[in-house]
């Protein structure tokens, strides 16, 4: 019987390659804009203006500390109440990118933190503008702190991917939700399933100890 | 109004929430002038000289520097800064770049300077703070006199017309003192207008003009080298340089 299945399941293909790439499209666009966003509004939020990064302070609170599947929803059933007409991929983008960028807004204020104030003074003492300060002293010494986490966060979204199935994009998710229903065997199919992701996970995984364990070197040793 | 000097104090007030750290300070230093500035830690010495390039902010008074008064809408702080350059107690150079990239950083990107032109001045900075060989060095594979020393070359890649010294020698183990202050002495023999918080009396009787002595944040005692040290006029400046001199 389990053969039967498999050879089922494996007629699927096309529709299951058809959910990985849905999966590995939706999570690269979304990990690239939040990436970019993320560390825009992490360099706003250790800015010197007070309002702006009070704001960008709430909106990240409001987004963590609400469930993925709500936010989704809000966006993809309400805005439209509101004129704001989105189909499901733009719609799982900008949830995506949203959720993305305020956790790695986080990631990248820890960074910044992470600086010596002796380094913004020499900084600012030799003439340094505010963003050459940042771009060329403090970014750089950012990055070695901000790197391990943000490639562990880059895992826990393609796995928050998989919520967009909600709103009916055709992911990996939903694949495995639609051969379900031919093949009676949820154990095999969502095992499949969870192997797809891990197969797209599993490098990221890696790279991200990979970093960590340089860095975590490079604290000891002589050259930076 | 008389001619101002090239850093001009006058009636100067800080305070850090109800601590008084600079209390009615009134100074003049001159173009090519160098003034020690010494006295107990906590009297307000380092806060004395970060306000004149801006890392410190005063509550009231007059600070111009290069004929610009600090706090002026008009006064551009970045661009003031360039005319001005700091040495921390603590080098705070950038781990992250080579010492000839500490010292071309500012200027290529501010003073717009073409990278080989400034990499060349850089090379010649280097070699003129004993430091040829250490060019391609990152600051973790120095020493502690040879990061201050990359940390001085890279105040006078800008060409300043004022350097502020912060200990600059405080940090550093004892035989490496003597090669940090030659080079500050040999910045002061071309002439730079520096105000050096030090104590290290050497320096200030080869180099200085004046020595001014901080107590409290207050100027307790301003003199000439020789005057301050053979004959100090209060009983605080007396204390102090009995305690600093005895060993």
Known sequence: ?224 | MTKTGMIEFRGVNKWFGTLNVLRDITLSVEPREVVVVCGPSGSGKSTLIRCINGLETIRDGDLTVDGQRLGDPATNMTRLRTEIGFVFQSFNLYPHKTALENVTLAPIHVRKIPRAEAEEAGRELLAKVGLADKVNAYPAQLSGGQQQRVAIARCLGMRPKIMLFDEPTSALDPEMISEVLDVMVAVAEEGMTMMVVTHEMGFARKVAQRVVFMDAGAIVESGTPDEFFSNPKTDRSRAFLSKILRH
């Open chain 1, 1 to 224: 019987m389990i053969w039967q299945q498999l050879q089922s399941i494996a007629g699927s293909y096309p529709l299951a390659l058809r959910g990985l790439g849905m999966t590995v499209v939706l999570s690269l666009i979304s990990l690239v804009l939040g990436t970019l966003l993320g560390f825009g509004l992490g360099i706003l939020r250790t800015g010197g203006n007070r309002l702006i990064s009070g704001a960008i302070g709430a909106w990240v609170d409001l987004i963590r500390g609400t469930p993925f599947l709500v936010q989704i929803f809000l966006i993809f059933f309400i805005l439209p109440e509101l004129g704001i007409e989105l189909d499901a991929f733009t719609a799982g983008i900008i949830a995506l990118t949203n959720l993305a960028a305020c956790f790695i807004c986080e990631i990248v204020v820890a960074g910044i933190r992470s600086v010596p104030t002796g380094q913004v003074e020499a900084a600012l003492a030799s003439g340094l503008s505010r963003w050459q300060r940042m771009r060329q002293v403090v970014l750089p010494q950012a990055m070695r702190i901000v790197l391990p986490p943000l490639v562990g966060q880059y895992v826990l979204l393609i796995k928050d991917s998989s919520v967009v199935s909600a709103i009916g994009l055709t992911d990996l998710t939903r694949v495995g939700w639609l051969v379900v229903q031919r093949v009676p065997n949820g154990l095999l199919v969502f095992f499949l399933v969870g192997l797809g992701y891990f197969i797209v996970c599993y490098p990221l995984i890696m790279l991200a100890r990979r970093l960590e364990q340089r860095m975590g070197a490079a604290h000891g040793e002589v050259q930076l």
